[in-house]
Every structure is written in structure tokens, then in C-alpha cells.
């Protein structure tokens, strides 16, 4: 099963500011997940976008995604100290909704 | 929303002896759940998916008589590492999705267990 690349691998902005973060992958996905994880907690699911999706909204997050790159971005616009945490692309290319996780961003952001 | 617990949140315990961890969906039931290991600074590997009533189905790699699985019930999904050494220290997390109704796609995971063998 196949394994998202994120990046940055580590993201430090000021409060206030946007966080980009982007996650590519190999294959052809039913779908993909943004979650976070809070430093030695479990994860929160964020956002699904499927693969006939090519944008979504929550709040301050913008999910994008682009099958033909095989990529996606999480945007979180006018970032807090709370959204310090690490996020992680989740891709499910298969029966199940077994997911596979991405290498993961690190997200500092300092108040 | 859907609530996953895990208990218990953290174990230590000796080299050669066995841990046993539950994943219990609070308020909704859950044909399928999932067990996650993360080490340190790193993501998330999917080891086994537990279906009820059956078998878990083992990523590769993942050793079946060392990680034994059981999903007796709906709610209730168990992994116990067996004769854990030091190397099996992780943070071990389930998760479980929704058997109907819900938001498909989407799982819930519980909180998490810190394994430390010493």
C-alpha cells in the first residue's frame, strides 16, 4: 500500500499567519483525509475530500486536491497557537476504508 | 460525534511479559476497527485490521502470534502484545468506523497507548 509524502516536514510560522502543507502520493485513492495529532494524542479527523472532489472548505481550513499531480494541500488561513500539532494526509485506495498515513508536518505556531 | 476510548492510556511493564490493549467505540458500533503503531516522530503504520466475528487481517510485516487480535463484540476490539520486549515499545492506536449511519469514509480514533517495556 502506498504511503503519502508530506511536506514541509516541519512548518514554524508567527500566529496570524497561513500554514500550506502538501501531500503527494503514487497511486489512484477513493479518497483523502487530513487529520491532526496533538503531541502524544490520538488524531482528529479534519477533512475528506474524494477523488472527484477538487476543493473543500471547514472553517479555516481549505483542502485541495489535484488527481492529476496526485497531490493535495491543507491551507489553515490565520493560524493559532492551538493549531500547533502534527497533520497528516490519510490516503484510502482500497476496500475496507483501510487508510494508509502520510509522512506528517510538524506545525509550530508561535504566538 | 463518535468517541473512541482506549484503555489502558499507558503500560509499562517488563521484557517478556504480555500487555493486553482495548479499543471500545462509545456510542455506536463498529463492524471494522483498525490498530495503528507510531514510534517516535514518525506516522502512523496500519498493523491489522479487526473485523468481528472473524480473523484480523495482518499488514505484512506484522507478526500474527506476537500481535494477537480479537473483536468479540461491536464495541470491543483487543490487542495484546504477547512476550513484549523492548523493541515493541510504541504508541499503539485504534480506530473504528461507523457500521451504518454516520459520515462514511471516516474514522475515529481513540486516544492512544504508551507501551514502554522495560
Known amino acids: 500500500s502506498q504511503q503519502g509524502e508530506e511536506d514541509p516536514q516541519a512548518l514554524s510560522i508567527q500566529e496570524g499567519e497561513n500554514a500550506t502543507m502538501n501531500c503527494s502520493y503514487k497511486?489512484?485513492?477513493?479518497?483523502l483525509q487530513w487529520y491532526r495529532q496533538n503531541s502524544g494524542r490520538g488524531l482528529v479527523h479534519l477533512i475528506l475530500i474524494r477523488s472527484n472532489e477538487r476543493e473543500k472548505h471547514s472553517g479555516r481550513l481549505r483542502v485541495t486536491l489535484d488527481t492529476s499531480k496526485k497531490s493535495s494541500s491543507l491551507l489553515i488561513t490565520a493560524s493559532r497557537a492551538a493549531d500547533t500539532a502534527s497533520y497528516f494526509c490519510a490516503l484510502n485506495s482500497g476496500g475496507y476504508q483501510k487508510v494508509t498515513f502520510g509522512t506528517g508536518t510538524k506545525l509550530q505556531v508561535i504566538p | 460525534g463518535a468517541v473512541v476510548s482506549q484503555h489502558p492510556s499507558r503500560v509499562i511493564c517488563k521484557s517478556g511479559t504480555s500487555v493486553k490493549i482495548e479499543c471500545r467505540s462509545l456510542d455506536f458500533q463498529a463492524t471494522t476497527m483498525f490498530w495503528y503503531r507510531q514510534f517516535p516522530k514518525q506516522s502512523l503504520m496500519l498493523m491489522a485490521t479487526?473485523?468481528?466475528?472473524?480473523?484480523?487481517?495482518?499488514e505484512q510485516g506484522v507478526e500474527k502470534d506476537k500481535f494477537l487480535i480479537n473483536h468479540a463484540s461491536l464495541t470491543l476490539s483487543t490487542l495484546t502484545v504477547t512476550s513484549a520486549h523492548p523493541e515493541d515499545s510504541s504508541f499503539y492506536i485504534c480506530?473504528?468506523?461507523?457500521?451504518?449511519?454516520?459520515?462514511?469514509?471516516?474514522?475515529?480514533f481513540g486516544p492512544g497507548t504508551r507501551l514502554t517495556v522495560l
Open positions: 480506530s473504528a468506523r461507523e457500521s451504518s449511519g454516520g459520515l462514511p469514509d471516516t474514522q475515529y
Open positions: 497511486t489512484s485513492i477513493n479518497n
Open positions: 479487526s473485523n468481528e466475528g472473524s480473523k484480523a487481517t495482518y
